[in-house]
């Protein structure tokens, strides 16, 4: 399985932005000597998606940040993305963000209806689940991550990415450390099958980066705030080669 590099850039780059850092991205790349064994993928903002999917085709996949529950692919919802109009630019849809289920109230249901729309339209859920602090010191994350998982990936059919993103470790500068990753990885996977993806987020950067990736037990990163920074991005994704 391939290790997956994935930036999320929540509401950050204004298009023109997008488009530079897209092309200072694709030049990064193409001058890393990439080997076969990762895949990296770009969550740029909605609006930026069909510039930055031009730009980066040939060294990176496209992932939208969410999209639509509804289940039609047109209608009447003002406001609202089909899975199926992102899918001629995206291969991935990040669902189930602790930012979402908290902002804006997003439910396990909520979830579980958008990666469906995701996987009629041929492209793969990365669905995130993370316990808050307090869960963690309490000792219920496990129970709470299971029930998380359960839940959003109702009509999913195991087919998704499995995204650990602990909410204290989200822009904490706070990372958890890898035991503590390799415990929720085995539950996952003794959940949803080894075929599963999983994943981890929160704090991830230049200096931990590797380390994770190198672990069995984890398939890759999902990064906010460091991967928009291109020295850090550079760095990251050339720990693939031992750099
Ligand atoms: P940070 O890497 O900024 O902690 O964000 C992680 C995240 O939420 C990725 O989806």
Redesign the pocket.
């Known amino acids: 399985m391939n290790k997956l590099f994935i930036s ?1 850039w929540k509401m950050n780059l204004a298009v023109t932005e997008s488009i530079d850092f897209s092309n200072e991205i694709s030049r990064t790349i193409n001058e890393n000597i990439i080997k076969d064994n990762i895949e990296i993928i770009i969550c740029p903002p909605f609006i930026s998606i069909p510039y930055c999917f031009q730009i980066l085709k040939s060294v990176a996949k496209i992932g939208a940040q969410d999209i639509s529950k509804m289940n039609e692919i047109k209608g009447a919802y003002t406001g609202e993305i089909s899975a199926k109009m992102i899918s001629d630019y995206a291969d991935y849809v990040i669902i189930g ?1 602790s930012e979402r289920r908290t902002n804006l109230k997003e439910t396990n249901q909520d979830v579980s209806l958008k990666g469906i729309n995701i996987l009629k339209n041929n492209m793969t859920p990365i669905l995130c689940i993370g316990e808050t602090e307090e869960q963690r010191k309490t000792g219920e994350h496990i129970s709470i991550l299971i029930d998380q998982l359960n839940e959003s990936s109702e009509g999913l059919e195991n087919k998704m990415i499995v995204a650990y ?1 602990p909410i204290w ?3 904490s500068g706070n990372s958890c450390n890898i035991e503590q990753i390799i415990e929720v990885s085995s539950e996952v996977k003794a959940l949803c099958g080894n075929g599963t993806p999983f994943i981890y ?4 950067n230049e200096d931990n980066c590797k380390e994770l990736l190198y672990q069995k037990e984890i398939d890759g990163v ?5 991967s928009l920074n291109l020295n850090s991005f550079n760095k990251m994704i050339s720990s693939m080669n031992g750099d």
């Open positions: 999320n963000h993103e470790a989200i822009g987020g929160g704090s991830v999902l990064v906010g705030s460091a």
